[in-house]
């Protein structure tokens, strides 16, 4: 059997590159192909994020998508 790891959104990465880039988070909505008020559940927690708009995040910022993860366990240090 193999083992896997549970990835949680970084959401204070994303927050961080978001003003590392003089990005709102209604333009990095629109750079990720969904609504502002979609994104915002995205970054709450409220909806699962879909692993595409995980994806259009990082390329919208011009970063690697393991910027914007970490493991779960150690999720509960970030927020």
Request: hydrophobic content about 40%; overall charge positive.
């Amino acid at each position: 059997m193999r083992a896997t790891t549970d990835y949680a959104l970084n959401r204070k990465a994303i927050r961080h590159y978001m003003v590392e880039h003089d990005m709102s988070q209604r333009q990095l909505a629109k750079m990720c192909g969904t609504s502002s008020a979609t994104f915002s559940r995205y970054l709450n927690g409220h909806f699962k994020l879909p692993l595409r708009v995980l994806f259009n995040m990082a390329n919208a910022m011009k970063i690697d998508v393991n910027d914007l993860v970490v493991e779960a366990d150690e999720r509960d240090e970030l927020f």
